[in-house]
């Protein structure tokens, strides 16, 4: 089984064959799948959630879900594609969970209580800093009801596309396009007039 | 097009600049390394891959001596005031953890997550607990290394908030007779929501009540009052864990706080008599060290003396003129203890 030949070629190994013995049990096979798109996967899941901390969760959670699961793990297409997909759909049900929160956080923040805690958009309120155009545009952002934030946020401040926003926020996807466009058109306002416009 | 709002940017390019702005073109930092990754996964197989485990319970059990509340998988922890904790052999069904006062326990749930109860503490643990999630009640303190499942999330349950993890160790403290419950995040993450009305059954916060949220990492330290406001700011947090070892920690904390901590920690009777005193503002740190100690630095730096009866204990003013000159201006406060050598 381990000829020094194949040596060389650890990475070439047979997906199919890897996801075969992973099946059968094989634990030494299992990580190496796992060392293999630990590095691509936890990248995609950070794109989605923006902490360092759940991207790693999410990742796990996948890896576990398989291996659980690893007598029945039945994949079409390759062993990347599969594992990305599942780790989106984690993400995004990660966000949707986190929505409720968001939800609640606004309620209360529409009540005029004072809130320090961050919760919707930390992306929009820490990272535009510095420039005074992105300032204001964040400032715009943050008057927005709730829903259209949360949109907002999920859209430019992780690039989210418009199923991707609905599937998270749980709504649908002409509804996600409509806060989109609704926020799109406040900003430009706010930016045609800071750019001169 | 509509000529009342001119267009002077299109659509790509206005939503580039927002990405750039809003972080979506963030750069993504380097992913954790992958063989330590790796361990941390296998440790969490271990855990959650013997199902076993979770389905096991607990054969045997200790009973509070002090408040007669019984416990199950109870482990004493030798410390400040000694384990107050001693076995007894019947098995029950025991949802309910408490410490004495002036005692601090160890406990290690079925899921595997690991609390420490700091003194004076009750933690409630529902019939659904391992359910949907795995929802506790805390009144007082407690440290958690919450053992992370996606599919049955941690949560804990104080008067003031709901606190989820996110696979971590944080602290909450939420003593009912306290101004405000106070959350310290030492690792990864947790879910912050400061509920004030709360149905039994709402493990997440309904929409609809007014509930501020949000997310806390590592560094954080929030508290939330009585009317749900919430205040999050960010040190070194490494004192708010002291206790879990036996230590003591203020930083200029106010006398009468102080106070309220060594009569908890202790299981003391303590009482000022000169009110002027719970205004001082008081620093230092303890390492496991013995009460008449710790009552001797804390009441010296505030210019008092203590007399000691049992487990009544009377703080009053140092009425001696070598110490206190001036009965009108008060002794200097912010006087470090830990690193007073004249004790």
């Known amino acids: 089984m381990t000829l020094p030949l194949r040596g060389w070629s650890v990475a070439a190994e047979s997906e199919a064959d890897l996801v075969g013995r992973v099946r059968s049990g094989?634990?030494?096979?299992?990580?190496?799948?796992?060392?293999?798109?630990?590095?691509?996967?936890?990248?995609?899941?950070?794109?989605?959630?923006?902490?360092?901390?759940?991207?790693?969760?999410?990742?796990?959670?996948?890896?576990?879900?398989?291996?659980?699961?690893?007598?029945?793990?039945?994949?079409?297409?390759?062993?990347?594609?599969?594992?990305?997909?599942?780790?989106?759909?984690?993400?995004?049900?990660?966000?949707r969970r986190e929505a409720a929160w968001v939800h609640a956080r606004d309620a209360a923040g529409n009540a005029g209580e004072s809130l320090a805690v961050s919760g919707a958009a930390p992306d929009v309120t820490e990272r535009m800093a510095g420039e005074e155009v992105d300032r204001v545009l964040a400032q715009a952002?943050?008057?927005?009801?709730?829903?259209?934030?949360?949109?907002?946020?999920?859209?430019?401040?992780?690039?989210?596309?418009?199923?991707e926003i609905a599937i998270a926020l749980g709504i649908s996807v002409s509804a996600a396009m409509q806060h989109v466009s609704r926020a799109r058109a406040e900003l430009r306002v706010v930016y045609d007039r800071l750019t001169g416009g | 097009m509509d000529r009342d709002t001119p267009r002077n940017i299109p659509d790509d390019e206005l939503d580039e600049h927002l990405e750039q702005a809003f972080g979506a073109r963030a750069p993504v930092p380097q992913p954790p390394d992958a063989r330590a990754s790796l361990a941390v996964l296998r440790s969490r197989l271990e855990?959650?891959?013997?199902?076993?485990?979770?389905?096991?319970?607990?054969?045997?059990?200790?009973?509070?001596?002090?408040?007669?509340?019984?416990?199950?998988?109870?482990?004493?922890?030798?410390?400040?005031?000694?384990?107050?904790?001693?076995?007894?052999?019947r098995a029950q069904p025991v949802r309910e953890f408490a410490s004495a006062l002036g005692s601090r326990a160890a406990i290690t749930l079925r899921d595997g997550t690991r609390l420490v109860l700091g003194p004076g503490t009750h933690l409630h643990i529902p019939a659904s607990f391992g359910q949907a999630d795995r929802m506790v009640e805390l009144d007082g303190e407690a440290s958690?290394?919450?053992?992370?499942?996606?599919?049955?999330?941690?949560?804990?349950?104080?008067?003031?908030?709901?606190?989820?993890?996110?696979?971590?160790?944080?602290?909450?403290?939420a003593y009912r007779g306290d101004p405000s419950d106070r959350v310290v995040v030492q690792e990864g993450?947790?879910?912050?929501?400061?509920?004030?009305?709360?149905?039994?059954?709402?493990?997440?916060?309904?929409?609809?009540?007014?509930?501020?949220?949000?997310?806390?990492?590592?560094?954080?330290?929030?508290?939330?009052?009585?009317?749900?406001?919430?205040?999050?700011?960010?040190?070194?947090?490494?004192?708010?864990?002291?206790?879990?070892?036996?230590?003591?920690?203020?930083?200029?904390?106010?006398?009468?706080?102080?106070?309220?901590?060594?009569?908890?920690?202790?299981?003391?009777?303590?009482?000022?008599?000169?009110?002027?005193?719970?205004?001082?503002?008081v620093t230092g740190e303890f390492a496991d060290v013995p009460p008449d100690e710790v009552l001797n630095e804390v009441t010296r730096v505030v210019g008092g003396r203590y007399d000691r009866t049992g487990r009544r204990v009377v703080i009053r003013r140092q009425t001696t003129k070598a110490v206190h000159p001036d009965r009108d201006s008060p002794p200097p406060l912010h006087t470090a203890l830990a690193h007073d050598p004249t004790a």
Not at chain 2, 69 to 86: C, E, F, M, P, T
Not at chain 2, 159 to 171: C, H, S
Request: net charge positive.
């Open chain 1, 26 to 95: 094989d634990a030494r096979a299992f990580e190496a799948l796992y060392l293999r798109y630990h590095h691509s996967l936890w990248r995609v899941a950070y794109r989605y959630v923006r902490s360092t901390a759940v991207a790693e969760e999410l990742v796990h959670d996948v890896f576990l879900a398989v291996w659980r699961g690893r007598e029945v793990w039945a994949i079409r297409e390759g062993v990347e594609p599969y594992l990305t997909s599942a780790v989106k759909h984690a993400a995004l049900r990660s966000l």
């Open chain 2, 144 to 173: 958690f290394t919450v053992v992370h499942d996606e599919r049955h999330p941690f949560a804990v349950r104080t008067p003031r908030a709901l606190i989820r993890d996110v696979g971590t160790v944080f602290t909450v403290r």
């Open chain 2, 47 to 89: 855990v959650v891959g013997p199902r076993v485990r979770s389905g096991a319970r607990v054969s045997w059990g200790w009973r509070s001596v002090a408040g007669g509340v019984a416990l199950v998988g109870v482990v004493a922890v030798a410390g400040i005031g000694g384990s107050r904790l001693v076995p007894f052999t």
């Open chain 1, 141 to 163: 952002v943050a008057t927005m009801p709730p829903m259209r934030q949360r949109v907002a946020t999920l859209r430019w401040g992780r690039g989210l596309t418009y199923e």
């Open chain 2, 189 to 281: 993450q947790v879910l912050l929501a400061a509920c004030t009305d709360r149905p039994v059954a709402a493990h997440r916060p309904d929409p609809s009540t007014r509930c501020p949220s949000g997310s806390l990492s590592r560094g954080d330290i929030a508290t939330i009052d009585d009317t749900a406001t919430t205040k999050v700011h960010r040190s070194d947090v490494a004192s708010y864990f002291i206790w879990v070892q036996g230590g003591l920690a203020f930083n200029d904390a106010l006398f009468e706080d102080v106070v309220r901590e060594l009569s908890r920690t202790f299981g003391l009777e303590i009482s000022v008599a000169d009110s002027a005193l719970l205004s001082q503002r």
